[in-house]
């Protein structure tokens, strides 16, 4: 017994046949016109007149043939925006000689996405190639599942030879995998203008994110008191958001890579700013740390999206100039927190610096939306694949992006452990780790810079934050013309290695400069409790351990971006994960460092462990080709 169905409009068997004399078959002899599975393209030429044995007059489909097995995630759609068919009409005929042969799944991929709007739930469309073993070559299935009013459960199957298929829809006149007749959206060719507002705003979106980090270090008192809790309790505060950056990076950077940056950024972004306000409005200590620390997971986003959008807009030879300008957003967020809010502490509560922070959030994310523009090219393709479909109501044109639906549990299992499968690539983990216990020095040293200026210097609680403007200047002046140099004289590198990217050219600076940071510790250590020197002096010890830092720092960004490009927010995440956890313990005893051994023997500790870490540049410089190469092919999607 087998099936052959039709739409209401009957294919007449003589003009069928002389439709195949003429090298045509009728869109209505599969199925009608009206209904939700769209054939139409069908109808158009077809093969030579050799191939015409390949395909039967009909497509003929065996009785209760199980679609089970090949009917997993299955995607809805919806190409005409009707109800579901109920025109589809059953004949059958008697023909006892036909076998079902049996099929094996070799892989499976989508022409779409789900739609919105209005989607019946019975009327999906799913195609899977198989291996024939009776006949040795692979065919195209076209597995239908329609709901009719005589058989609401309905599920069909039609077969059709994998190159007889592909001569009749030529799949690939509909594929979107490049920016072919639309190179205005693509992000490399956007304007210097346009490019500049984009790096411009998600560092500011990231300095906020940052601010908000150091926003309650001058508050711990305050929070003492008015809890009665311990200094440690009290630190957690801060200490707890800081950790919450160290999650976030391991869930928005593989999000980013399937939904966009845009998206990807500012959604956690808002939400961060809603869990800022209910700490405020918190009553129990335990519930800021709670309400803290999510704010720090959602605060994430920007940071480690940031390096992929870099990535998206800015070409090799030039991404590290303008890389500069987002690092300096990084580095200006923690150093004005302390600066302004001990002036705010002497109008308001450390409950008002947490409502004038989730205000700056919501300021910041309504100019994003309406000033930034989606730059992940997957993303970007795939969007205008739906648009042709919307518009055409051809649903076979799509992209890359549309040829893997991914369930959560796959989402989870290709994307979210990406990061964690990238830390067994030794020179990636090294890399990040290098970065991460350079960062937390950086902040061990500069959360207690206005506690050591009021001990010391009795500079008030006001002025005591002053001095952290040295260390922006450093970073400034010094690190960013160092910056500079180092990438023309990449650009020159690059030029010579015929465009081949040359990752630890990146770490160049870093190798002459990396004992700047050890020297910029002890000078401020040894300084600030003595009053023989002028208060200006740590102030210098300042300013070099901004420049040191900065300079690992970017050598490192810049090392990681450039060494997986197409992974590169998750190489971000890998490197945001680690220096959030560093940078979030190391204030936690930071009191104990300087309280127990005081201020020169603390520092003394600090300088010598940045002095250890003086050579591992070299050894990444060096010996990175060694260490990588059986890694340059590994595959991050498996």
Known sequence: MVHSYQGSNTCDPDAHNSAIQQETIPGSCIADHNSQVYFQTLASPLLSSSQHTCISPRFIVP????????????????????????????????????????????????????????????????????ENPDVGVEEKHLVVHVASGTDPQGQYEVRVPKAVLQAYLKLEEFAVYDFTGMEHADPEQWSKRKKIVHTVLYGMTTLVSQFNSAILSPAVSQIMNEFNVSFKIAVLCTCIYILGIALGPLLFAPM???????LSTLLPFVIGALFTFMAACSTRIW?????????????????????????????????????????????????????????????????????ITSGLYLVVATVNVMSLSESYAPVILAREASARRMRTGNFLHHAKLDETSMTPKEF????????????????????????????????LVTTSVPTTFQDYRDFSQIYSGLPMLAVYTGATVLGVPINLLVGLRYARKLTQNHNEPMPEQRLFAVLF????????????????????????????????????????????????????????????????????????????????IFYTFGIEQGTGVLTIIAVLCVPIPFCFFYFSNAINKKYQQYNFDL
């Not at 579901?84 to 076998?99: A, G, I, N, Y």
């Not at 990406?418 to 216990?437: D, Q, T």
Request: hydrophobic fraction near 45%; proline fraction near 7%.
């Open 287 to 355: 519930f800021v740390i709670l309400f803290r620390g999510l704010a720090g997971v959602c605060s994430a986003a920007p940071m480690v999206i940031s390096g992929g959008m870099l990535s998206d807009i800015w070409s090799p030879k030039v991404r590290g100039n303008y890389l500069i300008i987002y690092s300096n957003f990084v580095t200006l967020g923690p150093c004005v927190a302390p600066i302004v809010a001990p002036v705010l502490l002497r109008y308001m509560s450390w409950r008002g610096l947490l409502f």
């Open 412 to 443: 989870l299992k290709r994307h979210v452990r990406r990061p964690f499968k990238m830390m067994a690539v030794p020179l990636i983990a090294l890399v990040a780790l290098y970065a991460s216990f350079v960062f937390g020095l950086f902040y």
């Open 256 to 262: 980013s890579e399937q939904y966009g940056r845009k």
């Open 513 to 592: 400069l990396g004992l700047v940071l050890p020297i910029g510790i002890a000078l401020f250590g040894y300084t600030v409790s003595n009053s023989q020197f002028h208060w200006i002096v740590p102030c210098l010890g300042l300013t070099l351990i901004g420049a040191g830092f900065f300079v690992i720092f970017q050598g490192c960004l810049n090392f990681l971006v450039d060494a997986l490009p197409k992974y590169s927010a998750s190489a971000m995440a890998v490197s945001t994960c680690m220096r959030s956890m560093l940078a979030g313990f190391f204030p936690l005893f930071s009191r104990e």
């Open 63 to 130: 009785e209760n043939t199980p679609v089970s097995s090949i009917n997993s995630d299955t995607d809805t759609i919806n190409p005409s925006g009707s109800s579901t068919p109920s025109s589809l009409r059953k004949s059958t005929d008697e023909d006892p000689d036909v076998e079902k042969p049996e099929f094996k799944p070799k892989h499976r991929f989508k022409f779409w996405r789900k739609s919105r709007g209005s989607i019946p739930k019975n009327a999906t469309h799913k195609s899977t190639v198989f």
